[in-house]
């Protein structure tokens, strides 16, 4: 397995053309789904024929240096999810995306707030990366506890987009939460 990064206990690497059963999988399940479709899986040829080749074109976008990245568990091989380090599609390098999806089964493990971590220091440290963002529902407690043990802060409050109305919670909005190069390295020295 050819490793984008590497944490105690899990290993992301690119995903490849024959992973879309991976993401279809990970996107069948309600409650993985649930702040983000209301539960709706997400149809397979969709996965196959927009989402999967998008995540690759990405690779060669960014250089394979950010990006959305498959997550496996270093005992057992398991496939846990994915990680996602990137900018907008138009956005500037140094202005990065933090996000994950996990399956089930991955929740509650501590590995959402290990790989960000991780990933966090490579942004800061090997892409010269200026902040990273993350956006999370207010309902979802789980995202917004893994964005603060990393040091990420709310800096806006979001307004549901409207082809979200319909998911659970979605009237009370979101969040965005941000952490700076200046923020982590501070939070380094007083937190190391």
């Given at each position: 397995m050819d490793a984008y990064l590497q944490t105690e206990r899990v290993t992301l690497r690119r995903f490849r053309v024959d992973d879309a059963d991976l993401l279809t999988e990970l996107d069948s399940d309600p409650a993985v789904m649930r702040y983000l479709s209301?539960?709706?899986?997400?149809?397979?040829?969709l996965v196959r024929e927009r989402i999967l080749p998008g995540i690759l074109a990405a690779y060669d976008r960014w250089a394979g240096t950010r990006g959305l990245f498959a997550?496996?568990?270093?005992?057992?091989?398991?496939?846990?999810?994915?990680f996602c380090l990137r900018p907008e599609r138009e956005g500037p390098l140094e202005e990065v995306e933090l996000g994950y999806r996990l399956r089930q089964a991955a929740w509650g493990?501590?590995?959402?707030?290990?790989?960000?971590?991780?990933?966090?220091?490579m942004a800061f440290t090997d892409l010269r990366v200026r902040v990273v963002w993350g956006e999370t529902m207010a309902l979802n407690r789980a995202s917004q506890h893994v964005m603060e043990k990393v040091g990420m802060a709310v800096t806006q409050k979001l307004a549901t987009p409207e082809d979200m109305?319909?998911?659970?919670?979605?009237?009370?909005?979101?969040?965005?939460?941000?952490i700076t190069k200046e923020q982590w390295e501070r939070r380094r020295v007083l937190h190391p």
């Open positions: 209301g539960g709706e899986p997400t149809a397979p040829e997550a496996y568990e270093k005992a057992g091989g398991a496939f846990i999810g994915w493990r501590g590995y959402a707030t290990e790989v960000s971590a991780a990933l966090l220091t109305l319909a998911v659970e919670g979605a009237e009370l909005g979101g969040y965005r939460y941000e």
